[in-house]
């Protein structure tokens, strides 16, 4: 009986240390993607508009960096068993989706600095909500809802990488 509760007890911190890992990977590719949108901004802070393609062409890149992200999670800290998995990009998911549209909506300013990716990336992938002006549709229901998904673009990136490298694997 002892037995048993130690292999459950092993078994399921070996479950927690996984999660935590692809948790800190998932935070370093969101830094990296902050890092590679602030610089790309501050290019044009310098008042070289000829480099404004170099913002849009970097959002809509995003969800294929966040795909390599996956793709180079090491195997041996990566989330294992399909519920597992599912259930891991489902709370990393949501949870940040739910974020930028509170960010968007007015939230705490670190939120703009945190989920700046994101922020930035809708203005290349759903250009349309940002041309001209708006009704107060637009911009209380459907930008804010564009920053959500984005994040589930690259979320969806994420996902992607990790199956293709289980692919490759078997």
Same mark, same amino acid.
């Given at each position: 009986?002892?037995?048993?509760?130690?292999?459950?007890?092993?078994?399921?911190? %070996?479950?927690?240390?996984?999660?935590?890992?692809?948790?800190?990977?998932?935070?370093?590719?969101?830094?990296?993607?902050?890092?590679?949108?602030?610089?790309?901004?501050?290019?044009?802070?310098?008042?070289?508009?000829?480099?404004?393609?170099?913002?849009?062409?970097?959002?809509?890149?995003?969800?294929?960096?966040?795909?390599?992200?996956?793709?180079? @999670?090491?195997? &041996?800290?990566?989330?294992?068993?399909?519920?597992?998995?599912?259930?891991?990009? @489902?709370?990393?998911?949501?949870? +940040?989706?739910?974020?930028?549209?509170?960010? %968007?909506?007015?939230? +705490? %300013?670190?939120?703009?600095?945190?989920?700046? +990716?994101? @922020?930035?990336?809708?203005?290349?992938?759903?250009?349309?909500?940002?041309?001209?002006?708006? +009704?107060?549709?637009?911009?209380?229901?459907?930008?804010? @809802?564009?920053?959500?998904?984005?994040?589930?673009?690259?979320?969806?990136?994420?996902?992607?990488?990790?199956?293709?490298?289980?692919? &490759?694997? &078997?």
């Amino acid at each position: 009986m002892r037995e048993t509760v130690l292999a459950q007890a092993k078994q399921a911190f %070996d479950v927690l240390k996984r999660v935590c890992f692809c948790s800190l990977w998932l935070t370093a590719e969101q830094v990296l993607s902050c890092l590679l949108c602030f610089g790309a901004v501050q290019l044009l802070f310098s008042k070289n508009y000829a480099l404004e393609w170099m913002v849009y062409a970097l959002g809509m890149a995003l969800p294929v960096l966040w795909g390599v992200g996956g793709r180079c @999670l090491p195997t &041996k800290f990566q989330v294992k068993g399909r519920w597992q998995t599912a259930i891991f990009l @489902l709370l990393w998911t949501c949870l +940040p989706a739910v974020l930028c549209v509170w960010a %968007d909506l007015g939230g +705490p %300013d670190i939120l703009w600095l945190t989920l700046y +990716p994101q @922020l930035m990336a809708r203005l290349a992938w759903f250009r349309p909500l940002f041309e001209g002006a708006q +009704p107060a549709y637009v911009h209380n229901n459907l930008q804010p @809802l564009a920053a959500a998904g984005t994040h589930v673009l690259m979320m969806a990136g994420f996902a992607v990488g990790l199956w293709a490298k289980r692919r &490759k694997k &078997k």
